[in-house]
Nanobody
Framework: VQLVESGGGSVQAGESLRLSCTVSGLTFGDFLIGWVRQAPGKAFEGVSCISSRDGQAVYADSVKGRFTMHSDRTKSTVYLQMDDLKPDDTATYYC??????????????????????WGQGTQVSVSS
């Protein structure tokens, strides 16, 4: 499985960015794709997760209402639309993927930190 992120950058608080992740190699069954971020000196945080089974996405409380994840299967790409960015959103953002069969129960954004395949990451910096 390969994941390639793009779209990071430097913005001011209140502005928006859209991250993209192109996915290849998921060849069977239902799968999950998520976004994980790591701020300097902090642990990985699962930001969002989307299921290929129904296209529904879940979000961490810290980004709920500001971030939206959606997929375009024709382009094998998922997007993370980030609005009303805050300085606390400054982090390296990673796209990650795994197969749904490896997880059970209600989908949670934090599942993404356990996914087996990760991209190289893209930096997002938000200044006040």
């Amino acid at each position: 499985v390969q994941l390639v992120e793009s779209g990071g950058g430097s913005v001011q608080a209140g502005e928006s960015l859209r991250l993209s992740c192109t996915v290849s190699g998921l060849t069977f069954g239902d799968f999950l794709i998520g976004w994980v971020r790591q701020a300097p000196g902090k642990a990985f945080e699962g930001v969002s997760c989307i299921s290929s089974r129904d296209g529904q996405a879940v979000y961490a409380d810290s980004v709920k209402g500001r971030f939206t994840m959606h997929s375009d299967r024709t382009k094998s790409t998922v997007y993370l639309q980030m609005d009303d960015l805050k300085p606390d959103d400054t982090a390296t953002y990673y796209c990650a993927a795994d197969y749904l069969v490896s997880f059970g129960g209600e989908m949670k954004a934090d599942w993404a930190t356990q996914f087996g395949a990760w991209g190289q990451g893209t930096q997002v910096s938000v200044s006040s």
